[in-house]
C-alpha cells in the first residue's frame, strides 16, 4: 500500500512556464516532506522541504505548498528551465526517531525549450 | 570532496553469485541507508544503520546482509544472486533535521 503518491508519471513544460508537480499521502503522522530531483545515473539530490506546521515554503525558482487537509503537497517551479528536467519524486518523514523517509515514484519533468 | 560515494558503480554477474557494494559519507552523519529502486523506478528503503546498530530492516530477504564497520561506512552484501535482485541501490546518509543525502547509485544487473 503506497502511502505517497505521484499519480502523474510525466509532464511536459515550455520553458519560462510554471511546472506544477502534484503529490498526495495517505499517513497523517508525516512530519516532514521533501523533494528531490533525480537526473539519469545519478542520485537523487535534495531541492526544497517543508515541515507539517507550515503551508508554504520558497527558495528562489522553486516553491512547495503543503495542504494538510487534503493531504497533498506541490512543488511549483517558475520560470522552468530546460535544465530541469529530471524526475522529481516526493518524499515524507515519518514522525519516529529514524527519520525514515517514504517516496513517491516520481514525475518526469521535460521542459521544452 | 564527494559526500556520499559508492562502489562499484555498475555490477553485471551471474545468478547464485555473492557480491558486495560499498558505501562511504564523509558528511560526518550517524544515520546511513540502503535504497533499492527496482524496474518500476519505485524508491525503497531496506536497511538503515545509526552509529553502526541496525535501526530498520524492512523485511528483506536474508540474502542481503548490511554491515557497518563504522558510522561513516555502510556495505551492502547479498548471497546467492537472483534475477530478481537486479536493480539500483542508492546508498543514503541523514543530518539530523532528516534530509537525506544520497550516493550515486549501484546498478546491478544479474544474468
Known amino acids: 500500500d503506497q502511502q505517497v503518491k505521484q499519480n502523474s508519471p510525466s509532464l511536459s513544460v515550455q520553458e519560462g512556464r510554471i511546472s506544477i508537480l502534484n503529490c498526495d499521502y495517505t499517513?497523517?503522522?508525516?512530519?516532514?516532506f521533501l523533494w528531490y530531483k533525480k537526473y539519469p545515473a545519478e542520485g537523487p539530490t535534495f531541492l526544497i522541504s517543508?515541515?507539517?506546521?507550515?503551508d508554504k515554503n520558497e527558495d528562489g525558482r522553486f516553491t512547495v505548498f503543503l495542504n494538510k487537509s487534503a493531504k497533498h503537497l506541490s512543488l511549483h517551479i517558475v520560470p522552468s528551465q530546460p535544465g530541469d528536467s529530471a524526475v522529481y519524486f516526493c518524499?515524507?518523514?515519518?514522525?519516529?526517531?529514524?527519520?525514515?523517509?517514504?517516496f513517491g515514484t516520481g514525475t518526469l519533468l521535460a521542459v521544452q525549450p | 570532496d564527494t559526500a556520499v560515494s559508492q562502489t562499484p558503480k555498475y555490477l553485471v554477474t551471474q545468478m547464485g553469485n555473492d557480491k558486495s557494494i560499498k558505501c562511504e559519507q564523509n558528511?560526518?552523519?550517524?544515520?546511513m541507508y540502503w535504497y533499492k529502486q527496482d524496474s518500476k523506478k519505485f524508491l525503497k528503503i531496506m536497511f538503515s544503520?545509526?552509529?553502526?546498530?541496525?535501526?530498520i530492516n524492512e523485511t528483506v530477504p536474508n540474502r542481503f546482509s548490511p554491515k557497518s564497520p563504522d558510522k561513516a561506512h555502510l556495505n551492502l552484501h547479498i548471497n546467492s544472486l537472483e534475477l530478481g535482485d537486479s536493480a539500483v541501490y542508492f546508498c543514503?546518509?541523514?543530518?539530523?533535521?532528516?534530509?537525506?543525502?544520497f550516493g550515486p547509485g549501484t546498478r546491478l544487473t544479474v544474468l
Open positions: 517543508i515541515s507539517s506546521i507550515k
Open positions: 544503520y545509526n552509529n553502526k546498530e541496525l535501526i
Open positions: 558528511l560526518g552523519h550517524d544515520t
Open positions: 518524499a515524507a518523514k515519518d514522525g519516529g526517531a529514524t527519520n525514515k523517509l517514504i
Open positions: 499517513n497523517s503522522m508525516f512530519d516532514y
Open positions: 543514503a546518509s541523514t543530518n539530523p533535521h532528516g534530509r537525506q543525502f
